[in-house]
Structures are given as C-alpha cells and as structure tokens.
C-alpha cells in the first residue's frame, strides 16, 4: 500500500452516518490507516463529522513534527472527537437552531435561512470548541501547515512524509448546473479537469456552462467570500431539499452585466458516497463508509401522487449509487475499494411466483452472514433503519452505531487490504458489543423507535401518553362546555357584539384603504389622511406584527421546553444499563 493513493469517503445520511463513520474512524486509528489517507471525500452527515475530525487532525499535524507523531496520537485524537462530537449532538442540533426567538425572527430576512441558522449551530458547538475559539472558523483556516514547512502544499510534499496531510473535500450540488460543487481548504467551486491548460468537457455533459472555481479564496472579489466559515460549507452539503433552503453565494460570478447567484443544495443530490471527488483526486485503494439511506423492498407501493413521486426519487437516488460504487469496482477491481455499509452481510431473498396450482414456486434464500463481524441479523437491520436526522441520539443508538462501524471497518479492511490493528482500544462504544451480538429485547425495541423522526419520546415513556392526549382532549371539552353555555344564556354584551364588527370594519378599511387607487376613495384618502389612514395603517402594522411575532416566539417557547424537560428524558431512556 505504501505506493498507493488511499482515498476515505464519508457518504450521507444525516447523525446516523455521522456516529457509523466515528466507528469507522476508530478501526482506521487502531490499523494504522489514517495517516496514510490522502484524501477525504464527504457529503451531508460525512462532511459534519469529516470537518470536525480535520479540526483536530490540523492541530495534531502542526503541533508536531513528522518524525514525532505515532499512531497513538490518531486514536487519541479519535477519542478526543468521539467525546466532543457525542456531547454537542445530545444537545439536539435540529431543534437548537429554533431555539433562540431573535434567531428566529431573522428567518423572515431574505438574506438568513435556516441553513444559515444550523451553520451557526454548527459552528457554535462543534468547530469552535475544537481549535479553543470565539470566532468563526473558516475554510482557508483549515490549511495545514506542519512545523518547518510555512509553505506546505499536499500535491507536492506529501510524498515525504509517514503522515500524510489529507485533502479534505467537502461535497455540495450546484442547482444552477446539477454538478458537484466542492468545498476544500485552497478554494471552492465545480472541479474542471485540465488536458495542456486547458479546461477538459466531457462530450455527454450537457449544460455547456462551467462554474470554474478560482485558484484561492483571495481571488474572491467579495471579503464575505474570502474568509467562507467551513459551517456554511458543511451547511450546504447538508442541505436536504425540502428540509432546508439552498445556501446561495453571490457574487463569485457574473455573467456579462448579469449576475450569478449560485445555490447548493445536498451533496447527496449528485453523489451521496462521495466517490467521484476521490476519483478526480488519482485515488488508487478506496475506503468507502456509506451510511445512506438505501432503498427498501415494498410489498404494496403507495399508489397516490406524492407517494410515486418520493418512491421515484428514491429509485432514482438508489441507481446512482449503484452505478456510482459499480463504477468504482468495476474500474479498481473489489480488492482496492473497501466498502462498508449498514446492510453488509444481511441476508437476500427471492420470492417467487404463485404457480398453477396456486401454491408459491419454492423460495431461494441466501443466509445473513453478519455474526461474521459480530453483529446480530434483526440488530444489523434495525441499525439501517435508523432515521437519517440531526436530533439528539441517546447512548444506546450512538454506540450501537459506532460500534457497527467499527466491527464491520475491521473485518473489510482485514479482507482487502491485510491490515489488522492492535488489541481493541478502550472505546466507550465497545460497552454495547456483547449487546449486538445477543440481542436483548429492550435493545431491539430502542432501535427500532429510532427509525422515527418524531414521537419517539412518547413510544419509549408510556406515562407521557396520558398528558400528551389528555390536554388535548380536556381543551376541547372545555371550548365545547363554554360555548354551550355561552349560546344557552343568549345574553351577548352588546359591546362584545360592538367590539368584534369594529375590528372587522377597521380591519376590511385597512386592508382597503391602506392601498388605495380608485378614484372615487382617492379624493377621500387625501382628506381624512391624517385622522383615517394613519390609524388604519399602524392597526395594520400592529397586526402584521403580531402575526409575525406569533410563529417565532411561539417556535422559541415550545422547543426550549422540549429541550428542557423532554430531551433529557429521551437520552435517560436510551441509556446503558
């Protein structure tokens, strides 16, 4: 191996990739490998935690020098990573970015998403702590620099060193082309591959624009852009359609007097493995950690609209990454690509047709072969169930998690490229091994309530059904009882009566007058100005006001209750035991 090129990739698939790939991330520590990957390739989920680990890894590699690091800094510094990372998550990534009201009340700018609220979350718990900071970190800070070597570039001074300096590429989807869009620690853009200087098209691509990134960060004409913060980068890799608005970049290009306004969506969207950045970087041995969500069999399709649209995007997602990762195999050959999945070693079915007798063909079946890692069946397929999101997860799906990578890293990469690491180290993960390989029912019930996005909480703690249903209940009972009673008396207050069509009339001359054209109101907009529409438009301004107001301190007031009371009851129930 030591002639070769070795590229890491970290698929999509929201925490759940991101606590698989720290499992990965450990056995690569323990087999000695991480300090020869060259390059890491990463999308969604992956580029979270891939950022992360090269925060830590720049500051290992400029603290010491070559000739001083040994492997037991990498697992130190996994261990290091897996601590920070477990306790930021538990905090709840989703809903802290809705958890602050003057955070909130920005969304309704046009220039603040909820993309750039989550980077700021981000950035908040994970990529400051990391380098022992207040301010943003951003993407030209993530070059590395190793003592001695001020003018360090991987391309040409890798080659003497034991520990490499990785490329870290971050991967996004361009909507403006439909290309892959990269985020590295030089600059960003759509890669171009060069044929003597020159720009190099391939003859089916059919958008005949290129997005050329420039060479460096400075070169960007737009400060802002210089100094890009990686969480916006990792934001845009993670941005899910339909789940969070595109990070748009302007001004980066212009097209003649017309302005480009570039937006990036989730790198998934183009190749959730991240195999084609690896693939343009002359990587030769692949390691390929894929915890994305995979399409599943069903028996019955949902027949209406939106449900053939999501089916059909899954099958679509689905057949890129197959003709992505066979691609890769079929060029490389499977005993240079190590490929780790969370459906490896699960058993395959072939159901076969009702005969003419009525009775089935025989089935033909190929038996699960994932105690080979140590693992379970129904536990291997729970964990690949798990909900692809950014919520808190309790320690009994971390670890579980974690720990699958880790034993599933270790039996690849033992097969494909001989590598076989120490005595297991002391990863606070391996508690739930024995677990996994002998399943307990509590076990396996924690793991499949987490395949839910939501009401999860009220699976796990039954006591909290009651209020949960009852409150809902007791208030409608109560609006019901009230307006019996109110209708039974027949004694409206003639000022209640008085009150309501005031405000509706002053409501309907607002909306009326506030805007008013027609010439026959024009001449009495103008006269009552003063007294009529002065009025009438700040009783407008008032409402819209409170209406806008309503949605964001309401936002704020129900998840920071959620986050007080009821997220530590979820991590309490997934505990150890």
């Known amino acids: 191996m030591s002639t070769d090129k070795l590229g890491l990739a970290l698929s999509g698939g929201g925490l759940r990739a991101s606590f698989f790939h720290l499992g990965v991330l450990a056995q690569l520590a323990e087999c000695g490998l991480l300090p020869r990957i060259e390059t890491i390739s990463a999308v969604s989920g992956g ?32 261990h290091t990573l897996n601590e920070q990372f477990r306790a930021a998550t538990r905090k ?8 602050d009201l003057r955070a909130n009340w920005r969304l309704y700018r046009r220039d603040y998403t909820l993309s750039d609220r989550i980077a700021e979350v981000y950035d908040q718990l994970l990529y400051r702590p990391a380098l022992g900071r207040e301010t943003p970190v951003t993407m030209r800070e993530l070059r590395i620099f190793p003592p001695g070597q001020p003018d360090f570039h991987p391309y040409r001074d890798n080659d003497g060193r034991r520990h490499k300096v990785p490329v870290l590429i971050l991967n996004a989807t361009s909507l403006n082309t439909g290309r892959d869009w990269q985020f590295t620690a030089r600059t960003m853009g759509e890669p171009v591959s060069y044929q003597n200087g020159r720009a190099c098209f391939d003859e089916i691509d059919s958008v005949p624009v290129r997005l050329r990134r420039p060479f460096d960060y400075f070169q960007a004409a737009d400060p802002r852009l210089r100094d890009f913060p990686l969480a ?28 480009i306004c570039v937006s990036l969506v989730d790198g998934g969207v183009h190749d959730n493995q991240g195999i084609d950045a690896l693939l343009a970087e002359a990587c030769t041995r692949f390691i390929v950690s894929d915890a994305s969500g995979q399409l599943d069999f069903e028996p019955c399709p949902e027949p209406g609209r939106l449900g053939v ?13 197959y003709e992505s990762l066979h691609r890769l195999i079929e060029v490389h050959g499977r005993d240079r690509v190590a490929f780790l999945h969370l459906r490896k070693g699960l058993g395959k079915r072939e159901i076969a ?12 079946a190929s038996p699960p072969t994932t105690e080979a890692f140590g693992v379970a069946p129904e536990v291997q397929a729970r964990l690949a169930e798990i909900r692809t999101d950014l919520d808190a997860f309790h320690d009994t799906e971390a670890f579980a998690l974690m720990c699958d990578g880790y034993q599933i890293a270790h039996a690849e990469i033992a097969h494909r490229f001989g590598q076989n690491g120490s005595q297991p180290g002391a990863w606070p993960f391996l508690q739930i091994q024995p677990g996994l390989r002998a399943p307990s029912p509590r076990l396996l019930k924690l ?53 309501i069509a005031g405000l509706v009339i002053l409501d309907w001359l607002g909306r009326r007058l506030g805007d008013a054209k027609a010439p026959e109101i024009a001449a009495f907009v103008r006269r009552f100005k003063r007294l009529a529409r002065t009025p009438l438009n700040g009783y407008q301004n008032i409402r819209r006001f409170l209406l806008r107001a309503a949605l964001p301190l309401a936002g704020a007031i129900l998840v920071k209750g959620y986050l007080r009371w009821l997220n530590p009851l979820y991590l309490r129930c997934g505990r150890l035991r």
Do not use: C, M
């Open 47 to 78: 580029a979270i935690i891939a950022a992360l680990y090269y925060v830590h890894l720049k500051r290992l590699l400029e603290s010491k020098k070559d000739t001083e690091i040994t492997d037991a800094d990498y697992v130190d510094l996994v």
């Open 309 to 321: 649209l999501a089916r059909s995007g899954s099958v679509l997602q689905d057949q890129v990454r």
């Open 232 to 259: 916006k980068a990792v934001a845009a890799s993670a941005a899910v359609p339909g789940v969070f608005p595109p990070v748009v970049i302007e001004g980066l290009y212009r097209d003649g007097e017309d302005p």
């Open 92 to 99: 709840n990534i989703r809903l802290l970015a809705l958890a």
């Open 353 to 364: 047709w009702i005969n003419w007798n009525g009775k089935p063909y025989p089935k033909r």
């Open 447 to 499: 793991l499949r309530i987490g395949r839910h996005n939501v009401g999860k909480i009220l699976l796990l703690d039954k006591r909290l059904l009651v209020p949960a249903l009852g409150a809902p209940a007791l208030t409608l009972a109560w609006a019901w009882i009230s307006l019996r009673d109110w209708i039974a008396a027949a004694s409206i207050p003639v000022s209640a009566i008085a009150g």
